[in-house]
């Protein structure tokens, strides 16, 4: 079996282990059990035509006395790109409009109040070639390209907020970004988020397209809750999740494009962390397929040029504050998973657990402020 | 199948999934694969005869041409409290030092240069009772007690370096901390580190007994690496491991006490994010067995007054930097784990991923000294 055969680890599971060693396997890969989440039949049966995976789940919370429940669904969207990478530009972002927008449409019958698609969804992932041409014809305005249009319509119809990551052009400046559009379900902007960390490593230094993010950790308050948006390699950086949640994130969206052979093992890890260690929701969200590239390129790992750089193995999944987590979406297939969530968990294992007042962060704040100076002196003790 | 009595998931997979599934879900849950390390035969009967179950892996580094491996290995310890809770004191500490012993030298047989305890590795955790006494008792000088002697003559014995866990108490300002003693293979004392982060969570308020520790985030330079010890409940904050790690930690140990209904779930993310978010190697390590107490407490969950606090699940394992993991120690068992690693893993990994250089520490210090200000506001976009 190769890799990018391997459907999924749940299923792999349910389908060996028996029952009881099951549970006591789930309980501690995934924590308390999320439930399973009714959806439409009419939007199970659009999936199944469509040919995407559809799955719910639902995390609880404890009831109080004074808030009531604060039950919101997110829907996490992972697709392949629909057209060859050679494909006429446009037609290529026209076909990948039309693919979310047929599951857009059914996240809105399973009651989505908040959506997020994959990172730089509108275009293959074709920063492995280190060609500006043609991929930077990818690039739109934040602001006023065609594809923040397409999702402000979506957003209006379906009464959405949608957080769509795609190559972010300025104008202005001549600069281009990896950026998050965030829209409202009024369908108004509400902002954007740009990628904070970029890499430098395998196939990808990115900054050979654009830099480091200068929107910081901004938080953007949606009539679901408070949302942030950490894209992709934000997720290998625990102070990163730390900063959004510190501006008082809900529930923090991971949109990547990452493959199996870099980062596999560690994707089940960092975004649960980040909803561990900060009291809140992590959406960690792939793209799946292999894409192909018509000029070959070489990976810098003294291997033979070659025209992909391998499978994006999908895996999206929800983590919450408690530990637990959803199982993933399919590692081959297009997916829409619907995760109803309390958000009133979140303030609730706060108050359990406390990290943020046991954090002792003002000691943090002296030390970081010493360690990034270039003549630091660590503190280490010798015999 | 209560959660007390099972085993082990890896043991789980490994009975049931078929070869083929076998090796993708371990691909996807633990990394590359650990190589089993071949244990000297009389290591192996000795754990026999000392019921205590003995696992040694390996995790390999790239060969340099600059620079020869530096391959070390070190040893895991994790156990039951020997004699009840009631038992004499002093009998309690010197039955748990014939126990230690008796594992120690099976290490020794292994090859082990670091060896590291479970979190005051002396003593029933008894902080779940909130009695003073007789558990204070229990407290020693880090510098002159009993057990750093004994640990002591252990080191010079078998030139290794160990980390010893302990309540310690602090005559010249009558003050308790939960300390790690750190013992060169010389026999000598190289420090000590105290726990950074206190629980003030369901059985444990560890504040009744000890505060927050004033040692910050000390490394060890030993003979055979860069150590530093992250005491059980720092390992929630990823603050403490990056400090430790900014301070040149090369082995991150976490000797901890932790039960499942807590935990468990957390405790294959949590060290591993570190050993991933850090370049290094993290150890964690967790106690075993039910402790009962003659007094009965509460535990602040409107639940009756009970005698014990539940099943430490033991587990305690390896995290590379690469994102691989070492299978775990028993649930149920004594074990004791070694693990021989080439800490040149640790600057391939880092040549790598560059976690360190796309981190963006400096803007990260300005924004954390504004955060921890109690006029802080948060950078939240409203409609």
Redesign the interface.
């Known amino acids: 079996?190769s890799?990018c055969e391997?459907e999924s680890?749940e299923k792999?599971?349910e389908s060996?282990?028996?029952e009881?060693?099951l549970?006591?396997?789930k309980?501690?890969?995934?924590?308390?059990e999320t439930k399973k989440l009714d959806l439409p039949a009419c939007a199970v049966e659009a999936a199944s035509e469509r040919d995407f995976e559809l799955k719910g789940y639902k995390f609880d919370a404890a009831q109080e006395q004074l808030r009531p429940p604060r039950n919101i669904r997110v829907g996490l969207i992972q697709h392949h790109i629909v057209l060859p990478t050679d494909a006429p530009i446009l037609d290529q972002i026209s076909a990948m409009h039309s693919r979310i927008g047929e599951m857009v449409e059914v996240a809105a019958t399973c009651g989505v109040n908040i959506v997020c698609f994959q990172e730089t969804w509108t275009m293959p992932f074709a920063f492995c070639t280190r060609e500006k041409e043609p991929w930077t014809e990818f690039a739109e305005s934040a602001e006023e390209g065609n594809t923040t249009r397409f999702c402000q319509e979506l957003a209006k119809k379906y009464n959405m907020v949608i957080v769509s990551p795609i190559l972010e052009r300025e104008e202005l400046h001549g600069t281009l970004w990896n950026t998050a559009v965030v829209i409202?379900n009024?369908g108004?902007m509400?902002?954007k988020s740009r990628k904070?960390?970029?890499?430098?490593?395998?196939d990808f230094n990115e900054s050979t397209y654009y830099m480091?993010g200068n929107t910081?950790?901004?938080?953007?308050?949606t009539q679901f809750g408070?949302i942030a948006v950490n894209i992709c390699?934000g997720r290998?950086?625990?102070?990163n999740w730390?900063?959004y949640s510190?501006?008082?994130a809900e529930i923090i969206f991971n949109p990547s494009a990452t493959v199996g052979a870099l980062?596999?093992?560690?994707w089940?890890?960092?975004a649960?962390?980040a909803a561990?260690?900060n009291h809140c929701f992590t959406c960690a969200i792939n793209r799946v397929g292999t894409e192909h590239f018509k000029s070959e390129f070489t990976s810098g790992d003294g291997k033979k040029a070659h025209h992909d750089f391998g499978h994006f193995y999908g895996s999206s999944y929800v983590a919450a504050p408690d530990?637990?987590r959803t199982p993933g979406l399919s590692r081959t297939r297009d997916g829409l998973l619907v995760v109803e969530m309390d958000l009133n968990l979140n303030r609730q294992i706060s108050d359990?657990?406390?990290?943020k007042?046991?954090?002792?962060?003002?000691e943090?704040?002296e030390?970081?402020?010493k360690?990034?100076q270039h003549d630091f002196k660590?503190?280490?003790?010798?015999?």
């Open positions: 079996m890799a391997f680890l792999s599971l060996h282990l028996p009881a060693e549970v006591e396997v309980r501690i890969l995934f924590g308390k409202s009024s108004n509400l902002g904070n960390h970029i890499p430098r490593i395998g480091e910081g950790h901004t938080v953007f308050q408070k390699y290998h950086h625990p102070l730390f900063m510190m501006n008082g980062s596999e093992p560690m089940p890890i960092e649960r962390n561990i260690a530990g637990s359990k657990w406390s990290f007042m046991t954090g002792r962060y003002a943090y704040a030390e970081l402020a360690v990034v660590p503190k280490i003790v010798k015999e």
